[in-house]
């Protein structure tokens, strides 16, 4: 199946949820790093809500970054998008193996250790907007969570979740919740014990619930409004060999002359998706 983002309206328009299904994704991100099982969990989950954060962005041009950095083993997590979304990213350390935690699960927490979540959002203003906040959790989701509440004032839930086996990623996807301002306590309380009865999202994705089904369980409406759903989350990196020149252009000019000098050529490979560019001796002086 696809990956996909929906985005729908509960209880006639007091509730908004978006939720989306990253399982092609986050299995991508997986092959370009090689990552362990549970850094995928961990950058799976990261990527699946800067997915949905980036897609309600208003401008192509617009760009997000999310940075999540911890004192564990994994030390730290990359990624940026575009409203499109195109998602990529990166981890400092992609191979991190943890015993499972006490629940028998991915230790995600024990990965990432104490830490903040980043958020930058360049949306053609003088100055980008920068939200900090220190982590919670550090299983991700509830980290969102506190940055929405901390940062933009937003009461909202967010669950996510990726199944991995030794073939690669099952599932993955996320969905985020926020209540407008008249929703009811009633509501939001509704909401509450239907997140809790419904489970995790990437056990629902595994027996393929689709996103709509997804989305009535999560909140108790079977009458839910759909209102957007051509929205198609992907990962793609869009470096290039000009970029790269541009990168070493910026080194120093007595720095680019010993690399001449010593090694005759350059090789530069791309953080995102490891692909290597190659300078000869005469591009470099060009440079």
């Keep these: 199946m696809q990956d996909k983002i929906m985005k729908f309206l509960a209880y006639n328009g007091k509730i908004s949820v978006i939720c989306a299904e990253t399982t092609q994704l986050v299995e991508e991100a997986r092959k370009i790093h090689d990552l362990s099982p549970v850094v995928t969990a961990a950058f799976g989950r990261m990527l699946t809500a800067t997915a949905i954060m980036a897609n309600e962005m208003k401008n192509e041009k617009d760009k997000m970054t999310v940075q999540i950095k911890g004192n564990g083993p994994l030390q730290m997590m990359i990624a940026t998008a575009n409203n499109f979304p195109k998602v990529k990213g990166y981890v400092v350390n992609p191979t991190v193996d943890l015993p499972l935690n006490e629940d028998g699960k ?32 550090g299983e991700i989701a509830e980290d969102f969570a506190e940055y929405f509440a ?7 839930a967010v669950a996510l979740g990726v199944l991995v086996d030794n073939q690669g990623v099952k599932s993955a996807g ?3 919740i926020t209540p407008m301002p008249d ?11 239907s997140i809790f009865k419904a489970g995790a999202i990437s056990k629902m994705l595994d027996k393929n619930l689709n996103l709509q089904e997804i989305a009535k369980l999560i909140t108790g409406d079977e009458n839910i409004k759909l209102i957007e759903e051509n929205i198609t989350p992907i990962y793609e990196c869009d470096c290039s060999k000009e970029l790269m020149a541009n990168a070493l252009a910026t080194l120093d000019k ?14 530069i490979v791309c953080h995102f998706c490891n692909k290597k560019y190659y300078f000869s001796k005469e591009e470099l002086e060009k440079i």
């Design 174 to 176: 996320g969905y985020i």
């Design 106 to 137: 991915l230790d995600v927490s024990g990965a990432i250790g104490n830490g903040y979540i980043n958020i930058i959002k360049d949306i053609g203003l003088k100055d980008p907007y920068i939200g900090i906040c220190p982590l919670i959790s």
């Design 183 to 193: 929703a009811t306590e009633e509501e939001i309380s509704k909401i509450e014990q």
């Design 150 to 156: 901390k940062s933009e004032q937003k009461n909202t």
């Design 254 to 267: 007595k720095e680019l002359k010993t690399i001449i000098e010593e090694e005759g050529k350059a090789e």
